[in-house]
């Protein structure tokens, strides 16, 4: 139906930078919200960043002023920039989308990638 592939996940040092990017694909109507949430080891799946169909932006406390989530809605991509990264920020990245699709477009219903890995070494 609906398919989200992340990409830009790696192995960074820190105070390093990385771009992550998802982009849905597949029987879409329109995408309202999307965001990046992430879950390390042994830890439950937080928020990082959301970002409205409006360019409205949320952040997690943890990564304000160091973390930029975008978004292009003509390509249905999500984006999230990592500047300044610390070895806490290591952990899975998913993406996250509220998408109506072709199917039923009065449905908005949430999406989530595969994960790509971000691991920040010391």
């Known amino acids: 139906q609906v398919q989200l592939v992340e990409s830009g996940g790696g192995l960074v040092q820190s105070g390093g930078s990385l771009r992550l990017s998802c982009a849905a694909s597949?029987?879409?109507?329109?995408?309202?919200?999307m965001g990046w949430y992430r879950q390390a080891p042994g830890k439950e799946r937080d928020l990082v960043a959301t970002?409205?169909?409006?360019?409205?932006?949320n952040y997690a406390d943890s990564v304000k002023g160091r973390f930029t989530i975008s978004r292009d809605n003509a390509k249905n991509t999500v984006y999230l920039q990592m500047n300044s990264l610390k070895p806490e920020d290591t952990a899975v990245y998913y993406c996250?989308?509220?998408?109506?699709?072709?199917?039923?477009?009065?449905?908005?219903?949430?999406?989530w990638g595969q994960g790509t890995q971000v691991t920040v070494s010391s």
């Open positions: 996250n989308a509220y998408v109506a699709t072709t199917a039923q477009p009065r449905s908005v219903l949430p999406f």
């Open positions: 597949g029987s879409i109507f329109f995408i309202n919200g």
């Open positions: 970002i409205s169909r409006g360019g409205a932006t």
